[in-house]
Antibody, heavy 121, light 111 residues
Framework: QVQLQESGPGLVKPSQTLSLTCTVS??????????WSWIRQPAGKGLEWIGR???????NYNPSLKSRVTISVDTSKNQFSLKLSSVTAADTAVYYC?????????????WGQGTLVTVSS | QSALTQPASVSGSPGQSITISCTGT?????????VSWYQQHPGKAPKLMIY???NRPSGVSNRFSGSKSGNTASLTISGLQAEDEADYYC???????????FGGGTKLTVL
């Protein structure tokens, strides 16, 4: 059973870059053909899809964040990462990583527990 | 404002059935059978309950069912149980560059 775990700083200063890592266990991130995604949720609000990376390395981003987002994979560490630049208080949220339910599926079948990132000086 | 519209809250008594609606457009819900539903308990990660409009992942109770008519998808929970009390989010593929859109979420209260 695949498991995902987010990690990274819980506090980021405005205008800086938010960097999070999702460590995958229970399987190789390079096996199969999966979408590896990032989603966020501000406190008390709904879910927002940030973007995803395919096993091949191709990426898709939410247009509202596209100019600031980079998602990448490190197969040697069995991890994928999120970088969000020029953050503001509006980027404060719980950030989740997730994997597709099955090969080439966009459905978010497996989730990490989430990590809270606060943007504040 | 979310791309998909859900009621803010619904409620029901144990044993009853409830339905949560999710309204989009022909560019998302109405145009594709790529609708999914997620359950989220407080402080927990969302859990996929329904995909492809009406399919259940392995391990999800058959008390949960999904359907779609036109631009509106629905999640029905039958035989309500206390453990079903949670927030529910619909999601759909969209032909816009966003690719994936969520509803604003519905809080289910089991009375």
């Amino acid at each position: 059973q695949v498991q995902l775990q987010e990690s990274g700083p819980g506090l980021v200063k405005p205008s800086q870059t938010l960097s999070l890592t999702c460590t995958v266990s229970g399987g190789s991130i390079s096996s199969g053909s999966y979408y590896w995604s990032w989603i966020r949720q501000p406190a008390g609000k709904g879910l927002e899809w940030i973007g995803r990376i395919y096993t091949s390395g191709s990426t898709n981003y939410n247009p509202s964040l596209k100019s600031r987002v980079t998602i990448s994979v490190d197969t040697s560490k069995n991890q994928f990462s999120l970088k969000l630049s020029s953050v503001t208080a509006a980027d404060t949220a719980v950030y989740y990583c997730a994997r597709g339910l099955y090969d080439s599926s966009g459905y978010l079948g497996y989730w990490g527990q989430g990590t809270l990132v606060t943007v504040s000086s | 404002q979310s791309a998909l519209t859900q009621p803010a809250s619904v409620s029901g008594s144990p044993g009853q059935s409830i339905t949560i609606s999710c309204t989009g457009t022909s560019s998302d819900v109405g145009g594709y059978n790529y609708v999914s539903w997620y359950q989220q308990h407080p402080g927990k990660a969302p859990k996929l309950m329904i995909y492809d409009v009406s399919n259940r992942p392995s391990g999800v109770s058959n008390r949960f069912s999904g359907s779609k008519s036109g631009n509106t998808a629905s999640l029905t929970i039958s035989g309500l149980q206390a453990e079903d009390e949670a927030d529910y989010y619909c999601s759909s593929y969209t032909s816009s560059s966003t690719l994936e859109v969520f509803g604003g979420g519905t809080k289910l209260t089991v009375l």
